[in-house]
Antibody
């Protein structure tokens, strides 16, 4: 069955770089696009960026200067890297599958806290 | 594109039928989707493209609208429906979500 699972450090120091991995199963990254969405505690959802099935990427302009999304199709993994983290980047980070610019399957999310 | 959801909180009694609103800052045709998020869970898609049903979602959930004004209807709210509802537009980049409507028990 379709599954997505995020992994990465729970705590990142201010000004450091966040690295997260989304490991998928039940579908191919060459058939479906995967997006990253984040949610600060108690707040709403923010779209961050997309890894398209053909390898193309697209980023939220608000984050573009700090954000990079890549993938390893052989490992069924999509990677997120974001630098210069600040406390306002504290959030649950989700990866999710795109089935027509909406999202049908989501990972469980990974909580990332930015703190010294 | 900004999406404005109203009300921010809606208090209802189980069995009531309700409507939640999502208004776009410019026309987005029917490129609007609805999600439900329960506490400590990931979002779940309820309605795609304003009014199209999703397999496995109860028929009491329905959507309508086009252009800038959209509505999610829940016919006879069940206890498990008390959660937060978000709309999301896919008409243009960046994809955006509304700020959510919390449905709570009166």
């Amino acid at each position: 069955q379709v599954q997505l699972k995020e992994s990465g450090p729970g705590l990142v120091q201010p000004s450091q770089t966040l690295s997260l991995t989304c490991t998928v199963s039940g579908f191919s990254l060459m058939d479906y696009s995967v997006h990253w969405v984040r949610q600060p505690p108690g707040k709403g959802l923010e779209w961050m960026g997309r890894m398209k099935y053909d390898g193309d990427t697209y980023y939220n302009s608000a984050l573009k200067s700090r954000l990079s999304i890549s993938r390893d199709t052989s490992k069924s993994q999509v990677f997120l890297k974001m630098n210069s983290l600040q406390t306002e980047d504290t959030a649950i980070y989700y990866c999710t599958r795109d089935v027509g610019y909406y999202f049908d399957y989501w990972g469980q999310g990974v909580m990332v806290t930015v703190s010294s | 594109i900004m999406l404005t959801q109203s009300p921010a909180t809606l208090s209802v009694t189980p069995g009531e039928s309700i409507s939640l609103s999502c208004r776009a800052s410019q026309s987005i045709s029917t490129n609007l989707h609805w999600y439900q998020q329960k506490p400590n869970e990931s979002p779940r898609v309820l309605i795609k493209y304003a009014s199209q049903s999703i397999s496995g979602i109860p028929s009491r959930f329905s959507g309508s609208g086009s252009g800038t004004d959209f509505t999610l209807n829940i016919n006879r709210v069940e206890p498990e429906d008390f959660s937060v509802y978000y709309c999301q537009q896919s008409n243009s980049w960046p994809l955006t979500f509304g700020s959510g409507t919390k449905l709570e028990i009166k």
